[in-house]
């Protein structure tokens, strides 16, 4: 649907612009988004300088689909929210369902952190 106060056609910064917004938002705004932002980036760092190259790949897509995952619960809480301000069951079990998906994401994710900060420092061998 073409707005009058956009120009049409694609235009991927704009895109790029607006992904990085909703990130910037998330982390500011959910707790449980900036925490793990936050201990992502510790493990990523000391794997790029240790030069651990298929240990930051595992980490940063592990932290990369945890992110979604997280991003995607949050969402759809805001929007069931908005949707029905009441208690409805039927909202209930949509958030206790992405609440599951991202739940299974940061078990994954909190694995190959641990594992991989332990091989990162040598106490754990491959």
């Known amino acids: 649907m073409p707005s009058k106060f956009r120009t049409p056609g694609y235009h991927p ?13 998330a982390v500011l705004t959910d707790f449980s988004v900036a925490y793990k ?5 510790p493990v990523l760092i000391l794997a790029f300088f240790f030069r ?3 240990d930051l ?6 932290t990369g689909l945890m992110l979604i995952a997280e991003l995607f ?6 929007l069931c929210d908005f949707v029905e301000q009441r208690e409805d069951e039927k909202i209930r079990i949509i958030k206790d369902i992405a609440a599951a998906a991202a739940g299974i994401s940061i078990v994954v ?18």
Not at 57 to 62: C, D, E, G, R, W
Not at 117 to 126: N, R, T, V, Y
């Open 13 to 25: 910064l704009r895109k790029i612009k607006v992904a990085f917004a909703g990130l910037y938002v």
């Open 37 to 41: 932002v936050a201990l992502s980036l």
């Open 52 to 54: 651990q190259w298929v």
């Open 57 to 62: 790949s595992i980490i940063l897509l592990a």
């Open 73 to 78: 619960n949050s969402s759809i809480e805001v």
């Open 109 to 126: 994710w909190a694995t190959i952190l641990v594992l991989e900060s332990l091989h990162i420092w040598g106490i754990a061998k491959p």
